[in-house]
């Protein structure tokens, strides 16, 4: 398949892949500058990929990769994801939350509850294996349930 | 299940629907299934947070074209596209520093480990070996023998007669000053073998730092070979006076193993070194003396007295045929100060 064809087979990837490269990254702009570089990424290897079925998670690789590489230089910061979303105060908890998870529990938790993948897919995404999926969206729920726990959200039945 | 393994499977809980054993252990146990409870939540309130917010940026996804990509392609900044060339010219200047080093140290023919260790293994090398490489090439380099390639026109620093240094031979002004310390740890056997006096060593020594040179003759083995070994006292790391040689040779087979050999103090063979010749047949070589037996400066410079091992240096190809030896006896130039 051409590099021509690219752009016709990711258009419909676009705006899910756009929904979770914001939320790694934290901020909107951010988001959109992750998904050219994860687009031109996989643009430029598409020849090898090109057999590739499903593309959704390669592509999805692609992204947590970009995101790391653009972290380096980078730190997300919940305030700036807060000032750039329109949202309200759960939607900004939200933010926070994703935004202060460290790196590897993120990409595991964003592609949880946004992409709504199970741990195999999530490990094929991330080539990494099941249990290690597991680990770090323990790690996330750890740190997530706390926050939440003292927003008062989740309270138990008495 | 146990508690533990119960709340661990719980924090890990990645579907919407939480495993029968786990609930079954929440029927029993308030405070897991209170964890778990929380836990369910959470997730409500997570899904329900994370579909919202996807809605509002699902719906605002910008559009990215193949001009886009083509465009943002063009914007890399030169160092992310040059980078994997940078690395392969690294990594190739890298080898080629490598094998230059490496092509050098075996034309040149500086003892590598497994010379050292060879030296060393015949009990002949000491441990100061390391430490004397340094001085060793710079009595060397001060003795003129440290460039085999300049060596094949060089005369040989003696006389006609044979058994007389020529003053005028080259190197002779490179030769350093004298050191009053050096003098004082040397020291002169007599005629009948004992020890002199420091203040007479002092007078009839040469002085421990100035270099010597001798030179060596082909046997009929190869006629054409020649070499010279270059002699520079040194102290030792207890302090001990000894002497440290260097030697190079030329004009022998190309890439051809030979073995340097000496005699101690009882005229036994001794293994001094194994070198093994460059492309053009030469090979430079560090020895260091210090603790071979009979190889004090003494023996070595003034070739007299009881049996030296310089005055036996040999050259011996791998079939043990001698194909150089030093000539005769060096003389010291040192005389008696009035």
Redesign the interface.
Known sequence: MA??D??SAV?EH???L??TA??LAGD?RE??EL???T??KA??GWDESAARDPMYPWLCGILARCREQRQRGQKASATKAMAA?P?DS??A???ELVGSLPPRPREVFVL???EEM??EQIAEALGETPAT???R??EA??Q??ER??RAG?????P | MNCKEAQ?QT?????ARPSAELIAHARTCKGCR?VL???L??Q????R??A???A???A???????V??RD??QRLPPPSRARPMAWAAALALSVAVAGATGWYLKTHGKSGPQQAASAVSKKTATNAVARAGEKLRAAAARAGVSKPKAKPKQKPRKTAKGDEFDPDAPGKSLKPQPSPDDAAVVKTPTAAGGAPAPAQAAMTQPPSSEPRSFAFAPTDAIPTAGGNVAVTAQQAADGSPGISVAMNLHGLAAEAAYTIVGADASDQRVVLADVITDANGSATTPLATGTLPGASWSDAMAGTGSPGWLRQLTVLDAAGNTVLTVSQSPKTPAQPVP
């Open positions: 590099q021509r690219f752009i258009r676009q705006p899910k756009h929904r914001c939320f909107r988001g959109g998904l050219q570089d687009l031109l643009w430029l979303l949202s759960q939607t908890l939200l933010w949880r509850y946004a199970n741990v999926v597991r680990s969206l323990g729920h750890a997530v349930g939440l726990r959200i989740g309270k138990p039945r | 661990l924090l890990q809980l990645a579907e209170r409870e929380e836990m939540q959470h409500v309130w997570l899904r947070q994370f919202e917010v996807s509002r940026l699902l605002e996804a910008p559009t990215v074209t193949e886009m990509l943002r392609l």
